[in-house]
């Protein structure tokens, strides 16, 4: 499995950015898919999901109406596409499949998200 996120940056707030995350090494089409972040001082939290199909997802409430999840089975990659930034959105932002343990599973280097003014 290789996961490489990329697309971060930083951005003031209200303001957008897309990520990808390009993968390999498994079947990505019969994936579910998610995004985490893992803010300054802060456990990794999984913030949004996707099914293998693309038709299905689901949000935690801090991101909710802010956020979109998408993929493109075809490129084997997976997208987040963030709105309406916030400060506290600041964050490394991972892909991976739903459930990964921090210690023990296996993790892209991530992609650095910083919102500031």
């Known amino acids: 499995v290789q996961l490489v996120e990329s697309g971060g940056g930083w951005v003031q707030p209200g303001g957008s950015l897309r990520l990808s995350c390009t993968t390999s090494g498994f079947t990505f089409s019969r994936s579910v898919m998610s995004w985490y972040r893992q803010a300054p001082g802060k456990e990794r939290e999984l913030i949004t999901t996707?099914?293998?199909?693309?038709?299905?997802?689901n949000y935690v409430d801090s991101v909710k109406g802010r956020f979109t999840i998408s993929r493109d089975n075809a490129k084997n990659t997976v997208y987040l596409q963030m709105n309406s930034l916030k400060p506290e959105d600041t964050a490394v932002y991972y892909c991976n499949f739903p459930g990964r343990r921090v210690v023990g599973d296996y993790w892209g280097q991530g992609t650095q998200v910083t919102v500031s003014s």
């Open positions: 996707i099914g293998s199909g693309g038709t299905i997802t």
